[in-house]
């Protein structure tokens, strides 16, 4: 069966903002979150372009090593002039990134005749050990 709430590269901001409570169209690309970073250089990607990407709904960000360097030290958001939570977003995308092949089940796959027949009891059981 496919993926409930698969991460698509349609879906990967709304799913972030989803888990973050950030609106990434919030950023305009000043680079302040980027040039305070005290972990920039580690990164493959600097923090204003994990925005910029998810901006764009880039999936090849979800592989990228920059939520994992992330130290969430808020240097970022303390120089935002939007206030935009970095750190949040970077939580998200890690938790995107783990969850990302959890889910073996979906009830958009299922027919409305199979969801009336089956017990409600064993939906809910089955959708609790098969999806993250």
């Not at 709430?5 to 709304?14: D, F, P, T």
């Not at 799913?15 to 005290?38: D, H, I, K, T, W």
């Not at 969850?99 to 958009?108: T, V």
């Amino acid at each position: 069966m496919s993926k409930t709430k698969a991460v698509s590269a349609e879906n990967l901001r709304a799913r972030v903002e989803e888990l973050s409570g950030e609106n990434v169209f919030a950023c305009y690309q000043c680079g302040m979150c980027a040039a305070g970073c005290p972990l920039a250089d580690e990164m493959d990607r600097l923090p204003s372009q994990v925005i910029r990407d998810l901006q764009l709904e880039d999936i090849t960000l979800l592989d990228s090593n920059a939520p994992w360097v992330c130290a969430s030290c808020l240097a970022c958001e303390v120089r935002c002039p939007k206030g935009v939570d970095l750190a949040k977003l970077m939580e998200a995308l890690r938790q995107l990134h783990l969850r990302k092949e959890l889910d073996h089940m979906s009830i958009d796959d299922m027919s409305h005749d199979e969801i009336r027949k089956l017990p409600q009891i064993a939906l809910v059981a089955s959708f609790r050990k098969k999806t993250g």
